[in-house]
């Protein structure tokens, strides 16, 4: 493929990426795009402070849960890297010489993924601006390295970007129908964020024009609605969801 080719298949991908109404539509977009490029399977993973994390993956179900069961968190120096770094991360069987002591469970994972086609894959970390939330989009491939390598050089940008447009998608999606799903108004995320900037209950009542006791109500409710037992615990929440403009 040329690379005029590339490129714009990378742009119709992101125009009907940002056309995806819900986070299962963004992710069967991801999957028709990066399968046609190469890629055996494919992955999404949104860690959020506080929350169970997020996970879209095109391996089979019994993969997930020897993963669960025996590598994550501890045992997969990925999430490490992707924790603390932008740059791309090579893994699994084709890259173990670059990881002399890697745990024992992710090498027995790897063995498990060559049978499903993945033998080298690369992951490409992304963070939110504040850092509350990260994660990574994998690529994952049946080549062997030296394939892979020749692969990554000649369409590694276009995937990377790719990657990172579904990441970002997927987590605005996510988001919207987490906020819809809680049902907090607007008159709630006004107390919110004028509490987040640091104001009184009265200043806010002063700020809005409604009374002291009207506050206290809508922070009441939206501490509810987020499950947090405390209006701390609620800014929290109401941050990691992008509810708030602090």
Partial sequence: MTVAAIHNQLHDFLVSLDGAATVNDAWQTTLGYMRDLGASHVGIVLYAEGARAL????????????????????SDPKLEHCRKNLTPYFYQKEFWDREPNLPEPRRCLDEELVRIGNRA??????????RRRWGYFAFTTDMGRAEFERFYADR????QLAGIGAFNRVKVLTNEEEVKRIGITQR???????????FQYD???????LRKVTVEYHIA???RKLNARTREQALVTALQLNLLDI
Avoid: T
């Fill in 55 to 74: 996970r879209q993956w095109s391996a089979p179900g019994w993969i997930e849960e020897m993963y669960q069961e025996k590598v994550y968190p501890h």
């Fill in 121 to 130: 894959a690369v992951a490409f970390p992304n963070h939110s601006g504040s």
């Fill in 156 to 159: 590694g940008a276009a995937i």
């Fill in 188 to 198: 709630e995320r006004e107390c919110l964020l004028w509490l987040g900037r640091g």
């Fill in 203 to 209: 200043q806010i009542a002063d700020r809005l024009g």
């Fill in 221 to 223: 409710k939206a501490k």
